[in-house]
């Protein structure tokens, strides 16, 4: 009852207070409606006026991109009367009469500011200007008094060594940042510095500067080592690799931070020295044995190059150090892999025996479903006992689960099946995965698999209608090989009616996948042999090429590559026969003197290509390039 009586008094006094504002608001008299109305009409006019300000000053940038000065000069002018005091509007005026070698007319523009302002930059530019007209000494005397200008306002450092930069004045650029460093000790100059003498080639005080960026700032750590990544490679005896080295291990004498010992171990991962690597983190982890997540990923890294020796004494290290079980697992599972990697088939059962073992210890429950997986995948595609592997992969997704894990449980069910050619069984699970989880990457993969499915089996209309719409996929890795899949089956579908050498293809395809690469290859040579000259040639040719490499056999797969080159010059895959050509000569066939021209080639013909960026840096390297 008291709280009734309470609600009523509270709305009462609501509706008292709303009455009472009501009361005392008083309307607009016709004087301020006038007023607002016009204050209205002047913001509108004004936002019209930046608008046709912004267009005049595009339409005078493109003149002035296009070679048209003169025409770009009227513009700027337009612009520069109306507002005579924009610096910008200046420079670009003064720009402009440069390069019309109307020096004079700069000078006459640069002095009449100076006369209204006093201003380093203005300074720098006119300047400039005496040095376009071979003045250097006037020139020079102009540089000094701008960099003077720092002695009474400081702050003037960043607009007069940002002019200096543009105008690439590098040595005065560095005499106003090392000028301004003690007068402004609270801020820090060396990035600016280190980009200085990066452009100079100076890689010994760049790869300093940057280090003492790093120990201003540590949390900038990782935009740094993107910097450095343009100057080192994987030759561990490039020189600016040796200049790093140097002054890191000179760092951590002086100094020893962590973040010396993390870059340390971040140079020996590009120089693919995994065990130098390892030492730096073990280093520290001892300092700081909180996660092991570094060293892991290192371990990961080094198996997925290769380098399994390396691998399998991280996980080792990481079993010994570790007291998480979800850690330990991960590392059982990846020593397992490796191990199977690299097993006869007497040695399978031992492999077996590990994977019991471990379940007997953790038990098969939820959180053992990776090691599950992966042992669902050794059955069916190492141990050669895919009815087993599925029937122990159903048993698992009958554990309380998440979703997601349910899915990629279903996803690895459903690959087992196509490897044992149960198409339509291997259907529903996709079906099912896409359905439950809409929208999700891994939806989609399944999807995917799905198109690659129908592929197998010859149903190439179907698999085409799905890969349409996977081409616009969140997931790019997804949406680029819908794209590869759904053009090889529209490039080909047509070549003859009863698309035999697709179906070969699909079916050498199918092969690959059930690890009988060498059935794979026969089936590429017989699409070789009996559809020569047809359009899927070339794909043929870049697929067997691949499988040579898993089997080892580089020469035959630098023979497919140089046909290719040879034959197919025009088509879709010239620039990936051109890189994995000279990769292999690079790597594998000891030539890398034939290596350089391909990369060479790719550099200067194929800008567009995925593989422009790590051609050019291996062709830099191969040449001695000093910066890489």
């Not at 120089?271 to 982890?285: C, D, G, M």
């Given at each position: 009852?008291?709280?009734?009586?309470?609600?009523?008094?509270?709305?009462?006094?609501?509706?008292?207070?709303?009455?009472s504002?009501?009361?005392?608001?008083?309307p607009?008299?016709?004087?301020?409606?006038?007023?607002?109305?016009k204050?209205?009409?002047?913001?509108?006019l004004r936002?019209?006026?930046?608008?046709?300000?912004?267009?005049q000053?595009?339409?005078?940038?493109?003149?002035?991109?296009?070679?048209?000065f003169?025409?770009?000069?009227?513009?700027?002018?337009?612009?520069?009367?109306?507002?005579?005091?924009?610096?910008?509007?200046?420079y670009?005026?003064?720009?402009?009469?440069?390069?019309?070698e109307?020096?004079?007319a700069?000078?006459?523009l640069?002095?009449?500011?100076?006369?209204?302002?006093?201003?380093?930059?203005?300074?720098?530019?006119?300047?400039?200007?005496?040095?376009?007209?071979?003045?250097?000494?006037?020139?020079?005397?102009?540089?000094?008094?701008?960099?003077?200008?720092?002695d009474?306002r400081?702050?003037?450092?960043y607009a007069?060594?940002?002019?200096?930069e543009?105008?690439?004045?590098?040595?005065?650029?560095?005499?106003a940042?090392?000028?301004?460093a003690?007068l402004?000790?609270?801020?820090?100059?060396?990035?600016?510095l280190?980009?200085?003498?990066?452009?100079?080639?100076n890689?010994?005080k760049?790869f300093?500067?940057?280090?003492?960026?790093?120990a201003?700032?540590?949390?900038?750590l990782?935009?740094?080592k993107?910097?450095?990544?343009?100057?080192?490679?994987?030759?561990?005896?490039n020189?600016?690799?040796?200049i790093?080295?140097?002054?890191?291990?000179?760092?951590?004498?002086?100094?020893?931070d962590?973040?010396?010992?993390?870059?340390?171990?971040w140079?020996y991962?590009?120089?693919?020295?995994?065990?130098?690597?390892f030492?730096?983190?073990?280093?520290?982890?001892?300092?700081?044995?909180?996660?092991?997540?570094?060293?892991?990923?290192l371990?990961?890294?080094?198996m997925?190059d290769?380098?399994?020796?390396?691998?399998?004494?991280?996980?080792?290290?990481?079993?010994e150090?570790?007291q998480?079980t979800?850690?330990?697992?991960?590392?059982h599972?990846?020593?397992?892999?490796?191990?199977?990697?690299?097993?006869?088939?007497?040695?399978?059962?031992?492999?077996d025996n590990?994977?019991q073992?471990?379940?007997?210890?953790?038990?098969k429950?939820?959180?053992t479903?990776?090691?599950q997986?992966?042992?669902?995948?050794f059955?069916?595609?190492?141990?050669?006992?895919?009815?087993?592997?599925?029937?122990?992969?159903?048993?698992?997704?009958?554990?309380?689960?998440?979703?997601?894990?349910?899915?990629t449980?279903?996803?690895?069910?459903?690959?087992?099946?196509?490897?044992?050619?149960?198409f339509?069984?291997?259907?529903?699970?996709?079906?099912?995965?896409h359905s439950?989880?809409?929208?999700?990457?891994?939806?989609?993969?399944?999807?995917?698999?799905?198109?690659k499915?129908?592929?197998y089996?010859?149903?190439?209309?179907?698999a085409?209608?799905?890969?349409?719409?996977?081409?616009?996929?969140?997931?790019?890795?997804?949406?680029?090989?819908?794209?590869?899949l759904k053009?090889?089956?529209?490039?080909?579908k047509?070549?003859d009616?009863?698309?035999t050498?697709?179906?070969?293809?699909?079916?050498?395809?199918?092969?690959a996948?059930?690890n009988?690469?060498?059935?794979?290859?026969s089936?590429?040579?017989?699409?070789?042999?009996e559809?020569?000259?047809?359009?899927?040639?070339d794909q043929t040719?870049?697929?067997?090429?691949k499988?040579?490499?898993?089997?080892?056999?580089?020469?035959k797969?630098?023979?497919?590559y140089?046909?290719?080159i040879?034959?197919?010059?025009e088509?879709?895959?010239i620039?990936?026969a051109?890189?994995?050509l000279?990769?292999?000569?690079n790597?594998y066939?000891?030539k890398?003197e034939?290596a350089?021209?391909?990369?060479?080639?790719?550099i200067?013909?194929?800008?567009?290509?995925?593989?422009?960026?790590?051609?050019?840096k291996?062709f830099?390297?191969?040449?001695?390039?000093?910066?890489?």
């Amino acid at each position: 009852m008291q709280l009734k009586k309470s609600i009523v008094i509270y709305i009462c006094l609501v509706f008292v207070g709303t009455f009472s504002f009501a009361q005392n608001v008083k309307p607009k008299t016709q004087a301020q409606i006038e007023i607002e109305k016009k204050a209205k009409e002047l913001q509108q006019l004004r936002e019209l006026e930046r608008q046709q300000e912004m267009q005049q000053l595009l339409i005078a940038d493109g003149y002035f991109k296009k070679g048209e000065f003169q025409k770009a000069l009227l513009s700027y002018k337009k612009l520069y009367d109306k507002k005579p005091f924009r610096t910008d509007y200046i420079y670009k005026m003064v720009s402009t009469h440069q390069q019309l070698e109307d020096y004079d007319a700069s000078e006459k523009l640069i002095d009449s500011a100076l006369q209204k302002r006093a201003n380093p930059s203005l300074l720098i530019e006119l300047g400039y200007n005496y040095q376009l007209k071979d003045s250097i000494d006037i020139a020079n005397k102009l540089y000094q008094e701008a960099i003077n200008f720092i002695d009474e306002r400081a702050t003037h450092i960043y607009a007069i060594g940002q002019r200096f930069e543009q105008h690439s004045l590098s040595e005065q650029a560095i005499m106003a940042y090392e000028r301004a460093a003690p007068l402004l000790p609270e801020r820090n100059f060396s990035i600016q510095l280190a980009r200085i003498y990066g452009d100079q080639g100076n890689i010994e005080k760049m790869f300093s500067n940057y280090i003492d960026y790093i120990a201003y700032r540590p949390e900038n750590l990782n935009n740094i080592k993107r910097s450095f990544n343009d100057f080192v490679s994987e030759n561990k005896d490039n020189e600016n690799n040796g200049i790093l080295r140097r002054t890191l291990l000179l760092r951590i004498q002086k100094q020893p931070d962590t973040y010396w010992y993390e870059l340390l171990s971040w140079l020996y991962v590009q120089e693919k020295q995994y065990s130098k690597s390892f030492a730096q983190e073990k280093a520290l982890y001892r300092r700081n044995p909180e996660s092991l997540d570094r060293i892991i990923d290192l371990a990961i890294t080094a198996m997925n190059d290769d380098q399994k020796d390396v691998a399998t004494t991280i996980f080792n290290y990481i079993l010994e150090a570790s007291q998480d079980t979800g850690t330990v697992l991960l590392a059982h599972q990846y020593l397992l892999e490796i191990e199977t990697d690299t097993a006869s088939k007497k040695d399978l059962k031992a492999i077996d025996n590990k994977y019991q073992d471990l379940f007997n210890t953790y038990g098969k429950f939820e959180s053992t479903i990776s090691l599950q997986l992966a042992y669902g995948n050794f059955l069916a595609f190492y141990y050669d006992q895919p009815e087993t592997a599925s029937a122990f992969l159903k048993q698992t997704s009958q554990l309380d689960v998440s979703p997601y894990q349910k899915a990629t449980i279903k996803l690895k069910l459903a690959d087992i099946l196509v490897l044992q050619e149960k198409f339509n069984e291997a259907l529903i699970y996709y079906s099912q995965i896409h359905s439950n989880l809409k929208n999700s990457t891994i939806a989609q993969q399944a999807r995917f698999k799905v198109a690659k499915t129908s592929y197998y089996k010859g149903d190439f209309e179907w698999a085409e209608s799905q890969l349409k719409i996977l081409k616009s996929s969140t997931s790019q890795l997804i949406a680029n090989d819908a794209l590869d899949l759904k053009l090889l089956i529209s490039d080909n579908k047509y070549e003859d009616s009863t698309q035999t050498a697709l179906k070969y293809y699909a079916k050498a395809d199918l092969l690959a996948f059930q690890n009988k690469t060498d059935e794979a290859i026969s089936l590429l040579d017989k699409i070789l042999t009996e559809h020569k000259g047809e359009s899927i040639t070339d794909q043929t040719l870049y697929q067997q090429a691949k499988l040579y490499e898993q089997q080892r056999q580089y020469e035959k797969a630098a023979i497919n590559y140089q046909t290719i080159i040879k034959d197919y010059r025009e088509d879709i895959l010239i620039d990936d026969a051109y890189y994995y050509l000279a990769e292999l000569y690079n790597n594998y066939l000891a030539k890398p003197e034939e290596a350089k021209p391909l990369y060479e080639k790719i550099i200067f013909e194929y800008e567009d290509s995925i593989y422009f960026v790590e051609a050019r840096k291996k062709f830099r390297m191969l040449r001695g390039d000093a910066i890489n």
